[in-house]
């Protein structure tokens, strides 16, 4: 479900070419690249923080999520997406925005639109 909230968001902000990091591992980071490109959308890079838990998603401490922005963030892309609802973003929103110069489209942030 919150897949295709963010495919909604990102299709309001026009962005095409996208940059994402998820707390997944590289299976289900194939099967989020997939999901985005047969919509339309170019994966640029993708970040998994292979995250295999709920709780460990929850934990994720903070200069490991803006370490993967930062490495999706070097390829020429229209916005940074994150996904999965259980990593911490919300504090983070602003200041990735200003730092790459692109919209930043979280899972529980596209939920709100």
Not at 9 to 25: K, N
Not at 41 to 63: C, M, Y
């Amino acid at each position: 479900m919150d897949l295709a909230i963010v495919v909604r968001a990102r299709e309001a902000l026009e962005s095409r070419r996208i940059g994402i990091v998820t707390p997944f591992d590289d299976n289900a980071n194939a099967q989020v690249r997939a999901f985005y490109e047969e919509r339309g959308f170019e994966v640029a890079s993708i970040v998994g923080l292979n995250r295999p838990e709920f709780d460990k998603i929850a934990s994720t401490p903070d200069a490991e999520t803006l370490q993967a922005f930062d490495a999706v963030a070097r390829t020429d892309i229209d916005a940074l997406v994150q996904v999965g609802t259980g990593l911490p973003m919300l504090h983070h929103i602003d200041a990735l925005e200003h730092r790459h110069g692109v919209p930043v489209v979280t899972s529980n942030t596209a939920a709100y639109w």
